[in-house]
């Protein structure tokens, strides 16, 4: 079990971080692109993770800190890390479509032990330990286990890899045909929160990063489900993989 004074001080980080994204000034914000296709980084982007920084590495001082919009991205290694997305869903929040969301995940010994999602638009705080559950605003939450037939489908469009729209449409369309709806939020780590909490059953995106997945990951585990590759292998926290999340019933996709 992690200390209080370490879970607490995330949680205090993250409602932190929620709040600069709350009270941004659209006026200032500046854009800028990035490599690859629909890839952009704002001024709070920057902010969000520069606080984010100073206040976990208050906390685990011997911590290595990794952050998407760190300019070299350093290897997480034995002992703890944090991988941190700051905002989580940029075009959404340049657009103002209210559905970013900020993500801490803390690793020891490249496995996450400690997990953070925030909403700051619903004030919805998801949260999970190692071995102790997971917890949406302090309460349990526990994956749907629903039949593929009523299952709600979340999936990624991996944008800055548009080569891989074509096989990711494809298993859309499969799964679509057999479950009830699909939903796109444009926040991976939102999407499998929604996996956790039992508001959707299946999560897929062809590739990740790991600061989009490593938080999700262990919420939506700790909630009762299943976070792999694609393929079912594990999942690894060090480059980009295939993220497959469910919590609806074992079925074949
Ligand atoms: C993106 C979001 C989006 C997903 C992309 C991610 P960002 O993260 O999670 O839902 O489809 O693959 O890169 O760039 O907004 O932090
Ligand atoms: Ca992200
Ligand atoms: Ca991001």
Not at 40 to 50: I, N, P
Request: glycine content about 8%.
């Amino acid at each position: 079990m992690l200390d209080k004074t370490i879970t607490e001080g995330i949680n205090a980080a993250i409602l932190a971080a929620g709040e600069i994204i709350m009270n941004a000034d659209r006026n200032t914000e500046t854009v800028e692109e990035k490599t690859g296709h629909a890839n952009f980084v704002t001024s709070y982007d920057k902010a969000v993770q520069e606080m984010l920084k100073k206040r976990l590495l208050e906390i685990l001082p011997e911590a290595v800190f990794v952050g998407e919009e760190e300019d070299v991205h350093r290897e997480i290694q034995k002992g703890y890390s944090f991988i941190v997305d700051p905002i989580d869903g940029t075009t959404n929040f340049i657009r103002d479509m209210h559905c970013s969301t900020v993500s801490i995940g803390l690793l020891l010994d490249a496995e996450p032990v400690y997990a953070a999602i925030y909403n700051p638009y619903l004030s919805e705080l998801f949260t999970a330990q190692k071995g102790q559950g997971a917890f949406l605003n302090g309460q349990p939450i526990h994956v749907s286990g629903k039949p593929l037939s009523e299952s709600i489908i979340l999936f990624g469009t991996s944008p800055y890899y548009p080569e891989l729209a074509k096989k990711s449409f494809e298993l859309l369309i499969n799964l679509f045909n057999r479950a009830l709806d699909v939903r796109r939020f444009g926040s991976a780590a939102y999407d499998l929160c929604m996996v956790a909490a039992g508001r959707a059953e299946l999560f897929f995106e062809m590739q990740l990063s790991p600061w989009d997945y490593a938080a999700g990951s262990l919420i939506v585990k700790e909630a009762g489900g299943q976070a792999t590759q694609l393929d079912g292998t594990p999942l690894s926290y060090g480059h980009p993989l295939s993220v497959l999340a469910r919590g609806g019933q074992d079925e074949k996709i």
